[in-house]
Protein backbone atom coordinates (compact mmCIF):
# COMPACT_ATOMS: atom_id res chain seq x y z
CA UNK A 1 0.00 0.00 0.00
CA UNK A 2 1.49 3.27 -1.30
CA UNK A 3 -1.15 5.35 0.03
CA UNK A 4 -0.92 9.47 1.36
CA UNK A 5 -2.61 10.19 4.85
CA UNK A 6 -3.24 13.87 5.71
CA UNK A 7 -4.15 15.64 8.80
CA UNK A 8 -5.97 17.54 9.61
CA UNK A 9 -8.72 17.41 6.77
CA UNK A 10 -10.06 20.63 7.55
CA UNK A 11 -8.49 23.63 9.28
CA UNK A 12 -10.13 26.94 10.16
CA UNK A 13 -8.21 29.46 11.55
CA UNK A 14 -7.92 33.23 11.76
CA UNK A 15 -5.52 36.18 10.10
CA UNK A 16 -2.28 36.04 11.97
CA UNK A 17 -2.22 32.54 12.51
CA UNK A 18 0.15 29.59 12.39
CA UNK A 19 -0.77 26.75 10.87
CA UNK A 20 0.65 23.61 10.26
CA UNK A 21 -0.55 20.97 8.04
CA UNK A 22 1.22 16.93 7.82
CA UNK A 23 1.64 14.67 5.19
CA UNK A 24 3.07 10.96 5.95
CA UNK A 25 3.72 8.59 3.18
CA UNK A 26 2.84 4.57 3.29
CA UNK A 27 5.85 3.10 2.30
CA UNK A 28 7.89 2.55 -1.19
CA UNK A 29 8.04 6.74 -1.75
CA UNK A 30 11.14 8.47 -2.86
CA UNK A 31 9.70 11.77 -3.80
CA UNK A 32 6.99 14.15 -1.83
CA UNK A 33 4.98 17.04 -3.58
CA UNK A 34 2.77 20.06 -1.60
CA UNK A 35 0.23 21.65 -4.23
CA UNK A 36 -1.99 24.02 -3.53
CA UNK A 37 -5.61 24.34 -5.58
CA UNK A 38 -8.15 26.83 -5.45
CA UNK A 39 -10.80 27.79 -7.95
CA UNK A 40 -8.92 30.70 -9.21
CA UNK A 41 -5.32 29.62 -10.15
CA UNK A 42 -6.01 25.25 -10.36
CA UNK A 43 -3.61 23.26 -8.83
CA UNK A 44 -0.37 24.66 -8.22
CA UNK A 45 2.90 22.60 -6.94
CA UNK A 46 4.49 24.90 -4.03
CA UNK A 47 7.67 22.18 -3.28
CA UNK A 48 8.56 18.86 -3.76
CA UNK A 49 11.41 16.74 -2.34
CA UNK A 50 13.16 14.09 -3.45
CA UNK A 51 14.91 11.53 -1.11
CA UNK A 52 13.58 13.68 2.29
CA UNK A 53 15.84 16.75 0.31
CA UNK A 54 13.91 19.93 -1.27
CA UNK A 55 14.52 19.88 -5.23
CA UNK A 56 12.62 22.75 -6.34
CA UNK A 57 10.53 25.28 -3.76
CA UNK A 58 10.26 27.60 -6.50
CA UNK A 59 6.41 27.74 -6.07
CA UNK A 60 6.29 28.46 -2.68
CA UNK A 61 4.19 32.10 -2.56
CA UNK A 62 6.56 33.76 0.09
CA UNK A 63 8.79 33.32 2.80
CA UNK A 64 5.34 32.73 5.00
CA UNK A 65 5.31 29.31 3.81
CA UNK A 66 7.71 26.69 4.48
CA UNK A 67 8.03 23.25 4.76
CA UNK A 68 9.81 20.35 6.38
CA UNK A 69 11.02 16.33 5.57
CA UNK A 70 12.54 15.28 8.84
CA UNK A 71 12.34 11.53 7.35
CA UNK A 72 11.40 9.73 4.45
CA UNK A 73 7.68 9.35 5.36
CA UNK A 74 6.75 12.89 6.79
CA UNK A 75 6.42 16.10 5.73
CA UNK A 76 4.91 19.34 7.40
CA UNK A 77 4.08 22.58 5.53
CA UNK A 78 4.07 25.69 7.78
CA UNK A 79 2.03 28.90 7.18
CA UNK A 80 3.27 31.35 9.51
CA UNK A 81 1.08 33.99 9.43
CA UNK A 82 -1.56 33.03 7.77
CA UNK A 83 -3.57 35.09 5.58
CA UNK A 84 -7.15 34.68 4.24
CA UNK A 85 -5.88 34.81 0.48
CA UNK A 86 -3.94 31.18 2.03
CA UNK A 87 -7.16 29.36 1.92
CA UNK A 88 -6.96 26.44 -0.45
CA UNK A 89 -6.70 22.84 -0.26
CA UNK A 90 -3.56 21.50 0.55
CA UNK A 91 -2.67 18.18 -1.26
CA UNK A 92 0.40 16.05 -0.58
CA UNK A 93 1.44 13.41 -3.49
CA UNK A 94 3.84 10.79 -3.13
CA UNK A 95 6.00 8.68 -5.59
CA UNK A 96 6.17 11.37 -8.10
CA UNK A 97 2.50 12.39 -7.80
CA UNK A 98 1.24 9.28 -8.79
CA UNK A 99 -0.43 9.31 -5.01
CA UNK A 100 -2.62 12.13 -4.06
CA UNK A 101 -3.50 12.45 -0.50
CA UNK A 102 -7.79 13.70 0.62
CA UNK A 103 -5.75 17.28 1.18
CA UNK A 104 -6.65 19.60 4.00
CA UNK A 105 -9.37 22.04 3.35
CA UNK A 106 -7.54 25.11 4.71
CA UNK A 107 -10.10 28.38 5.61
CA UNK A 108 -8.47 31.78 7.03
CA UNK A 109 -10.79 33.60 8.75
CA UNK B 1 8.69 25.15 -20.29
CA UNK B 2 5.53 22.88 -20.31
CA UNK B 3 1.73 23.22 -20.62
CA UNK B 4 -1.32 21.39 -21.00
CA UNK B 5 -4.35 23.03 -22.46
CA UNK B 6 -7.77 21.13 -21.65
CA UNK B 7 -10.37 22.30 -24.40
CA UNK B 8 -14.26 22.54 -22.50
CA UNK B 9 -14.32 23.34 -18.90
CA UNK B 10 -17.43 21.54 -18.38
CA UNK B 11 -18.72 18.62 -20.63
CA UNK B 12 -22.27 16.70 -20.25
CA UNK B 13 -23.00 13.44 -21.86
CA UNK B 14 -25.92 11.36 -21.81
CA UNK B 15 -25.53 7.90 -19.64
CA UNK B 16 -24.13 5.08 -21.86
CA UNK B 17 -22.65 7.84 -24.19
CA UNK B 18 -18.95 8.32 -25.56
CA UNK B 19 -16.69 9.93 -23.38
CA UNK B 20 -14.36 12.82 -24.90
CA UNK B 21 -12.02 15.22 -23.03
CA UNK B 22 -9.84 16.99 -24.93
CA UNK B 23 -6.06 17.72 -23.88
CA UNK B 24 -3.25 19.47 -25.67
CA UNK B 25 0.23 19.47 -24.52
CA UNK B 26 3.37 22.00 -25.05
CA UNK B 27 6.59 20.61 -23.85
CA UNK B 28 10.53 20.96 -25.20
CA UNK B 29 11.15 17.39 -24.93
CA UNK B 30 9.57 13.79 -24.87
CA UNK B 31 6.74 14.13 -22.36
CA UNK B 32 5.38 12.02 -19.63
CA UNK B 33 1.50 12.93 -20.28
CA UNK B 34 -1.15 11.47 -17.69
CA UNK B 35 -4.87 11.73 -16.97
CA UNK B 36 -6.31 12.20 -13.47
CA UNK B 37 -9.76 12.00 -11.60
CA UNK B 38 -11.17 14.06 -8.71
CA UNK B 39 -13.98 13.17 -7.15
CA UNK B 40 -15.63 15.78 -5.03
CA UNK B 41 -14.06 16.65 -1.45
CA UNK B 42 -11.63 14.04 -2.40
CA UNK B 43 -7.18 14.27 -3.78
CA UNK B 44 -6.80 13.28 -7.34
CA UNK B 45 -6.81 9.90 -8.40
CA UNK B 46 -4.93 8.93 -11.34
CA UNK B 47 -6.39 7.28 -14.18
CA UNK B 48 -3.61 6.30 -16.44
CA UNK B 49 -0.21 7.32 -17.45
CA UNK B 50 1.66 7.74 -20.71
CA UNK B 51 5.51 7.47 -20.56
CA UNK B 52 7.15 5.54 -23.61
CA UNK B 53 6.44 2.93 -25.71
CA UNK B 54 2.51 2.07 -27.30
CA UNK B 55 0.79 5.58 -27.67
CA UNK B 56 -2.73 3.82 -26.78
CA UNK B 57 -2.67 3.71 -23.15
CA UNK B 58 -5.21 1.63 -20.58
CA UNK B 59 -6.62 3.21 -17.93
CA UNK B 60 -8.74 2.31 -14.68
CA UNK B 61 -12.69 2.42 -14.58
CA UNK B 62 -12.67 1.66 -18.73
CA UNK B 63 -10.64 5.04 -19.64
CA UNK B 64 -8.21 5.44 -22.01
CA UNK B 65 -6.13 7.93 -24.28
CA UNK B 66 -3.96 8.23 -26.90
CA UNK B 67 -0.67 10.06 -27.78
CA UNK B 68 -0.35 11.65 -30.27
CA UNK B 69 2.68 13.48 -30.87
CA UNK B 70 1.91 15.06 -34.67
CA UNK B 71 -1.11 17.04 -32.88
CA UNK B 72 0.40 17.23 -29.50
CA UNK B 73 -2.95 15.67 -27.87
CA UNK B 74 -3.69 13.22 -25.65
CA UNK B 75 -7.34 13.27 -25.28
CA UNK B 76 -9.60 10.91 -22.90
CA UNK B 77 -11.96 8.39 -23.67
CA UNK B 78 -14.47 6.49 -22.37
CA UNK B 79 -16.84 4.19 -24.79
CA UNK B 80 -20.06 3.95 -22.88
CA UNK B 81 -20.27 6.59 -19.78
CA UNK B 82 -21.56 5.63 -16.53
CA UNK B 83 -23.29 7.93 -13.60
CA UNK B 84 -20.08 7.34 -11.16
CA UNK B 85 -17.85 9.06 -13.96
CA UNK B 86 -19.30 12.14 -13.49
CA UNK B 87 -16.09 14.25 -11.47
CA UNK B 88 -13.61 16.64 -12.57
CA UNK B 89 -10.85 15.32 -14.98
CA UNK B 90 -7.48 16.40 -15.18
CA UNK B 91 -4.75 16.56 -17.60
CA UNK B 92 -1.24 16.90 -16.83
CA UNK B 93 2.23 16.52 -18.59
CA UNK B 94 5.98 15.88 -16.73
CA UNK B 95 9.25 15.80 -17.94
CA UNK B 96 10.50 12.82 -19.13
CA UNK B 97 12.80 10.78 -17.24
CA UNK B 98 10.50 11.46 -14.23
CA UNK B 99 7.98 12.29 -12.35
CA UNK B 100 8.87 15.79 -11.56
CA UNK B 101 7.38 19.19 -12.00
CA UNK B 102 4.50 18.03 -13.69
CA UNK B 103 1.93 20.46 -14.45
CA UNK B 104 -1.95 20.35 -14.62
CA UNK B 105 -4.46 21.80 -16.24
CA UNK B 106 -7.38 23.79 -15.20
CA UNK B 107 -9.44 20.35 -15.54
CA UNK B 108 -12.71 19.84 -17.03
CA UNK B 109 -16.21 19.15 -14.94
CA UNK B 110 -17.69 16.16 -16.73
CA UNK B 111 -21.68 15.59 -15.73
CA UNK B 112 -23.43 12.15 -17.37
CA UNK B 113 -27.43 13.16 -17.81
CA UNK B 114 -29.11 9.53 -16.88
Known amino acids: DAGVIQSPRHEVTEMGQEVTLRCKLI?????LFWYRQTMMRGLELLIYFNNNVPIDDSGMPEDRFSAKMPNASFSTLKIQPSEPRDSAVYFC???????FGPGTRLTVL | AQSVTQLGSHVSVSEGALVLLRCNYSSSVPPYLFWYVQYPNQGLQLLLK??????LVKGINGFEAEFKKSETSFHLTKPSAHMSDAAEYFCAVGLSGGYQKVTFGTGTKLQVIP
Open chain 1, 27 to 31: SGHNS
Open chain 2, 50 to 55: YTTGAT
Open chain 1, 93 to 99: AGQGTQY
